[in-house]
C-alpha cells in the first residue's frame, strides 16, 4: 500500500522526496539535495567528543545486583603495554586466569575499588583478569591497555559511587588494540549524579581502537551513552576499527543506548536497546558524526531491537559529515524492531552538503515497526536510502 506520511504531527513533518511504498516489496530513495536538519524534533544533533572525567564524586553505600552474562570469546595478545601491580604465582589459576581480588579489590558493593581495579588492568596484560564482585568505582573511570582481556563473573559488576559531574566514561578503550571483554555490568548510576546538564556519562568509550571483542555488554543509568565509538582524540585521523559487540544490553541510559560518531567495520549483533530517555536525541542508536573526519564504512547493525525510547529507535543524522574531504557511506540494518509510537522508528537526515560529495547507502532491510520512519531533506543526491521490505503497524 502507498502511505502520504499523513500519520506525521504538522510539527514533526518534513519535505518527503518520494511516496513511500510498504509491504513485500521494498523503498529506495535516491535522496536530492537541499537544506534540513534534524529528522524529528526530539532528534536534535547533540553528539559531541568527549573528554576524561576527572571528577572522583562521593561515595555511597548502596550495592547493585545484576543480571548474569555469559561469554567465552579470547583474544590472541601481542607484547604487552608497560604494567604496573604485583602478585605471586598463587594468584595465577592454572588456566591463566588472574583475580580482582588478588589485586586487592574488595568487590564489597561499598568500596571505592577504582584504584585497584586499575591496578588489575594495569597487571594483567596478555593474560585473562576476571572480575569476581560487586565493584564501586568513582567517576574518574578505568583506562584499559591494549591486549586486555576481561572477563565478569556471574553475578559481578562495576558501578559509579555517588557523583557530580557530566562527563565520565567507565572503561576507555582510547588509542589500544586487541581488548576483548566478556560479559560487562556497568551501572552509570545516574540516579546518584548530582550534575543538572551534560550528556557526556558513558559507559564504554571506544576512540581511535582496534580489534575489540564485547560479549553480552550491559550498560544501564549512563548519564549519557551506554557505549560511545569515535576517532581518536590524540591522534588525527586514526578511526576505531574492527570493533565486534554482541548481545548488548542498554537500558536506561540517558542520551542513547549507543552513539557511533566514527567508525569503520563496526558490528553489533542482536543488541537491546531500551528506555532510553533523559536528554535528546534519546535514540537506541545515534549514528552522528562531529565533523568532516568521520568514517562510516561496513557499519552492520544486526537484529537490533529498539523500544521505549523516548527519541527515534535508530537516528542517523550526518548533518557534519559533508565537507572538503569526499565521503562514501556504508550503512547496513537488518531485521530491526521498534515498538516506537511517539518519534518513529528510524529516521535518516540533516546533510546540507553545499557542493561537498557524499555518496554510498544506508539501508535497513525486513524491519518491524509500529509507526512509520522519518526522512529529512537535505540528502545528497549520491547517498542513497532504502527500506526493504518493511512491515508497518
Known sequence: MASTRSDIPSAMRRKILSTLVFGTGSLVLAACGGGGGASSPTAASSSSKTSPGTSGGSQDTTGTTPGSGTGSQSASVTSPDTVTGTRNASDVSPNGVLTDTSFGVKGDGITNDRVALQAAIDGSVGQILLITGQSRIDSTGLTLRSNTHIRFAQGA??????????????????????????????????????????EWGMGISIAGSSNITITSPTTI??????????N??????????????????????????????????????????????????????????????????????????TLGCAGPGIQVDLGSLAGPIPKTVDIQITNHIDNSLVDGPFSVGGMAPSGYIVTGAITNTNPVWQKNWYLGNGIPSGLTISVVNPRIG
Request: charged share 15%; with cysteine.
Open 221 to 230: 543509568d549512563c548519564w549519557g551513552d551506554g557505549i560511545y565509538i569515535a
Open 232 to 305: 581518536s582524540y590524540s591522534v588525527d585521523g586514526v578511526t576505531s576499527k574492527g570493533i565486534t559487540i554482541s548481545n548488548h544490553l542498554a537500558d536506561g541510559c540517558r542520551r542513547q543506548g549507543v552513539s557511533i560518531i566514527s567508525g569503520d567495520t563496526v558490528t553489533f549483533n542482536s543488541p537491546v536497546w531500551q528506555n532510553i530517555g533523559g536528554t535528546a536525541p534519546g535514540a537506541g542508536l545515534d549514528i552522528e558524526p562531529n565533523d568532516n573526519t568521520a568514517v562510516f564504512r561496513a557499519i552492520r547493525i544486526v537484529s537490533p531491537k
Open 157 to 198: 559488576s562495576i558501578k559509579l559511587l555517588a557523583h557530580n559531574t557530566d562527563s565520565y566514561q567507565m572503561m576507555r578503550l582510547w588509542d589500544v588494540s586487541n581488548v576483548n571483554i566478556e560479559s560487562p555490568y556497568l551501572d552509570g548510576s545516574k540516579s546518584l549524579n548530582a550534575a543538572t546538564s551534560g
